[in-house]
């Protein structure tokens, strides 16, 4: 990877990518720095200062930020020492999140539910929240959010309502900020194939039976759900949600973009 990239959509551009340490979102900052991006990339896991690492000795500029981004604390830290370090704030790829437990809703504590909600939905409104006042006074911008195609499904239904939440709010502020020149999007990927991850999302294991077909069951029903009958892979899901990000998609608000196969969510 080179420093002036051949294909460069985003050159001098700054983009921050919350969950970079691993899976998705280090894949989106994989292909974003080689399309010229400046990087912010940012974690609750200190495995993201390794990923900043391996892209500065390729010749990208790229900062590592630890934070708690289910906090408003951690969320306006970010994005003040991103603009801080870089002078402004261009693309936000909002990728925290993800499903803590699978199992029917009536299993589901009080604090399990809680969580799911903190994980899946908090860090994408704080994010958000911090970051609009930057992009505001720039008269420009772009928020894509990372839902999911779980928003139709079994056996997770508090990060179902997460992400449900994630795809309202991505309508009604792609509403409320056009007239500040700033887009927000969406894209919900589907069950995607991944290394095994560094850092847990802290998902038990299965105790008996019934909880390993309760897992099994949210699986089998995604596998159903995609016409294509597969899991997708990291690039197919990074190279959609950099599209909703670039100029490419630069009449493109307010929209979830499916990215499952055919599963519309």
């Known amino acids: 990877m080179s420093a002036q ?5 985003f050159r001098d551009k700054v983009m921050v990518i919350t969950g970079a ?18 990087l912010a990339l940012v974690d609750r896991a200190d495995h993201v200062q390794e990923v900043v690492d391996e892209l500065r000795g390729q010749g990208v500029e790229a900062i590592a930020l630890q934070a708690d981004l289910e906090t408003w604390e951690g969320a306006e830290d970010v994005m003040a020492r991103t603009v801080e370090h870089f002078g402004r704030l261009d693309i936000l790829i909002n990728n925290v999140g993800g499903a803590i437990n699978f199992k029917p809703f009536t299993e589901f504590t009080p604090d399990q539910i809680s969580a799911e ?3 899946s939905l908090m860090p994408t409104l704080w994010c958000c929240r911090a970051a ?11 928020i894509v959010n990372i839902s999911s195609a779980a928003t139709r499904g079994i056996h997770r239904i508090p990060y179902s309502a997460a992400k449900g939440g994630v795809n309202a709010m991505t309508a009604s502020l792609a509403f409320e900020y056009a007239e500040h020149g700033i887009r927000v999007v969406a894209t919900a990927p589907g069950g995607t194939e991944a290394p095994p991850r560094r850092i847990s999302r802290g998902t038990p294991e299965p105790r008996n039976e019934t909880e390993q077909a309760w897992f099994q069951a949210h699986i089998d029903q995604t596998k159903q759900s995609c016409l294509m009958g597969r899991y997708g892979t990291l690039d ?3 190279a959609p949600i950099l599209f909703m990000a670039s100029d490419d998609a630069s009449y493109i608000t307010g929209s979830v973009l499916p990215v499952a196969g055919g599963d519309l969510g």
């Open 5 to 9: 990239p051949a294909t460069a959509r």
């Open 132 to 142: 609009l006042p930057t992009m505001v006074e720039q008269g420009c911008g772009v």
């Open 117 to 119: 909600i903190n994980r």
């Open 236 to 238: 197919e899901m990074a």
């Open 21 to 38: 340490a691993q899976g998705i979102g280090q894949r989106v900052a994989e292909r974003a720095a080689s399309e010229g991006a400046r």
